[in-house]
């Protein structure tokens, strides 16, 4: 079998390869922009690496809407496309040769470090130098897994079972949103996850306005992984919880006759769709939304929602009204995929006949579950 070409630096240097997983809604694209600014600002070059089950993603938009190179890599997890991973590392090295790639994998995959860290060391330990696996949580969505919140939607237990296998293998646990966190439930989920998962290290941090994150930085930069257990998952388990979430993305252009607030209109279309979706008892894990005003300047308006009983949250805003944009969708919830499409479709119509003059045009949509994953590779910790 043909090799993948190099990926390391032309002058032999390895370049350090990070992780930043985490369930869906926990934060992660907002804090690799901050992990990448942070290396940015010291000097360093960064490639990014994003992933996705489909086409068509909102991390990857809005992470070049900050400067940053991004390479995205669509139809399956990192462990299920391997050898892209090495192209796209590949690719960034040959146009802006990275001293750290920066990978953000799916939300919903686990066992990232048998089949991602481990051959990544073992098979091209030349070419990168492997750092802890770091898995951020939404304070919420894990007080509520771990019992510490009775209120509000859960999940099914064999999706459960995924989220915790993540925890399970991480060398870094970062409670994330600290912005939003009370004391004593940050007191109490700290001492949870560290009765569950002692093998992590745990941090808090806020992504969203810089807190907390520079010890998060300095242990994944400066620390090596620890290699002293390797996660027991039974697959049935994982592809069946995997596959009871539902995804949709869809790219929608929006016109209009007039200029229109389309910060506020993405807040709208996110109200709608979480009502439709909550009126059916349907938990939402993670939706977002971008709007690009197709200026020259790149900028975006964003909005995310990561529960069924949450308010969306406007991430970015365009300062302008516009009266063009083409609008990105992604939207996982643990429902069927049909569903999650009629809803959209339905939220969509809505849209165009509540703003006066605004064409809604869907120009793609696609829906499905997650296949069950089928990893390049998948290695012991053990020393070769």
Excluded at 56 to 73: H, N, P, Q, S, Y
Excluded at 315 to 322: G, I, K, P, T, W
Aim: net charge negative.
């Amino acid at each position: 079998m043909t090799q993948p070409a190099q990926a390391h630096a032309p002058d032999g240097t390895r370049a350090r390869y990070l992780m930043v997983g985490g369930f869906l809604g926990a934060g992660k694209t907002t804090a690799v922009a901050r992990l990448a600014r942070f290396l940015t600002d010291r000097g360093r070059r960064v490639g990014l690496i994003s992933n996705d089950q489909s086409r068509g993603l909102v991390d990857t938009a809005l992470l070049r809407a900050k400067g940053f190179r991004v390479e995205e890599i669509a139809g399956g997890c990192f462990c299920c496309r391997f050898n892209s991973l090495l192209d796209a590392a590949r690719k960034l090295t040959l146009e802006s040769r990275p001293d750290v790639f920066v990978a953000e994998p799916v939300g919903s995959c686990t066992d990232l470090v048998a089949t991602v860290s481990y051959p990544l060391r073992r098979i091209y330990g030349d070419r990168f130098d492997i750092a802890p696996l770091s898995v951020l949580v939404d304070p919420q969505r894990a007080a509520r897994v771990l019992g510490l919140e009775q209120t509000g939607r859960a999940f099914s237990e064999k999706v459960v079972y995924v989220y915790r296998k993540q925890l399970e293998e991480a060398d870094a646990i970062v409670v994330n949103k600290s912005d939003q966190l009370a004391a004593p439930l940050r007191d109490s989920l700290v001492s949870a996850i560290r009765e569950h998962f002692p093998r992590a290290e745990v941090f808090v941090a806020s992504a969203l306005d810089g807190a907390g994150l520079e010890p998060w930085f300095s242990f994944v930069l400066e620390s090596q992984p620890r290699r002293d257990a390797d996660l027991e998952l039974d697959y049935d388990q994982y592809a069946e919880g995997e596959a009871l979430l539902g995804w949709l993305n869809a790219t929608v252009r929006i016109e209009s006759a007039e200029p229109f607030d389309a910060n506020e209109t993405l807040l709208r279309l996110a109200r709608d769709l979480r009502d439709r979706i909550a009126a059916r008892a349907v938990e939402i894990a993670h939706l977002k939304l971008t709007l690009d005003a197709e200026d020259a300047a790149g900028t975006l308006a964003a909005v995310s929602l990561v529960r069924s009983d949450a308010e969306p949250d406007l991430r970015e805003s365009l300062f302008d009204r516009v009266d063009r944009g083409v609008l990105v969708l992604n939207l996982r919830a643990e429902a069927e995929p049909e569903f999650l499409s009629v809803v959209t479709e339905a939220a969509l119509a809505e849209l165009g006949r509540a703003a006066r003059g605004l064409r809604v045009t869907v120009e793609h949509q696609e829906c499905f579950r997650p296949g069950r994953p089928v990893p390049t590779h998948r290695m012991s910790g053990e020393p070769a």
